[in-house]
């Protein structure tokens, strides 16, 4: 696992280093700079990111907030205070993990744990709800084709149905792509439905 550290104290780093040393088959890449951070990373390409921030200002947080945002990796961060407008900010920003006054080795590696699981189980979510979201834009495709069917052939609903599904088959397409074609060919005949 390659982990990316992101903390300008390098003995406060070095904490963090110290908790991962048992993590087996761990490949540690320390950051202490913030110029051109999420370059770095992105070309380190880690597959979590740890950024211990101590006692940030609202200015170099929100920073942090806007790499987290552009970075597509779990991410758990660790701060010394914070208030409910910084956690509802580092949740909106996709960090997963959000620990605060708990910075020690020995929490680092159930952090990345954690880190990882909730991560995993929220991209899970997201590719479930971009499924359901692409399933609802096919069902409205097909009912669209079918109503341009009705009206343009005089048929039934299953009529329509039937016809869609019959052109799916002859031509090894989903129904949905046929559906598609059929709303397209309408609308450049200038056709509403």
Do not use: W
Not at 33 to 56: F, Q, S, T, W, Y
Not at 83 to 112: H, K, L, T
Request: aromatic share 4%; charged share 30%.
């Amino acid at each position: 696992m390659r982990i990316a550290i992101v903390d300008e104290s390098a003995s406060r780093a070095s904490v963090i280093e110290e908790g991962l040393a048992q993590l087996p088959g761990c490949e540690l890449f320390v950051l202490t700079e913030r110029h051109g951070l999420l370059a770095r990373i992105e070309e380190i390409a880690p597959d979590i990111v740890l950024i211990d921030l101590g006692n940030p200002s609202r200015d170099v947080l929100e920073e942090y907030f806007a790499v987290s945002r552009a970075l597509a990796r779990p991410i758990a961060m660790f701060v010394d205070e914070s208030d409910e407008e910084s956690i509802g900010a580092s949740i909106d920003a996709g960090v997963s993990v959000y620990v605060v006054d708990g910075f020690a080795a020995n929490r680092i590696r159930p952090v990345v744990d954690l880190a990882l699981r909730r991560f995993n189980a929220f991209a899970r979510l997201q590719a479930d709800l971009a499924e359901a979201k692409g399933k609802l834009a096919e069902r409205e495709a097909i009912d669209k084709a079918k109503r341009i069917l009705m009206q343009s052939k005089g048929v039934t609903e299953p009529e329509a149905y039937a016809e869609l599904r019959r052109a799916a088959m002859s031509s090894s397409r989903r129904i949905a792509d046929i559906a598609e074609a059929v709303i397209t060919a309408h609308e450049l005949l200038g056709g509403r439905a």
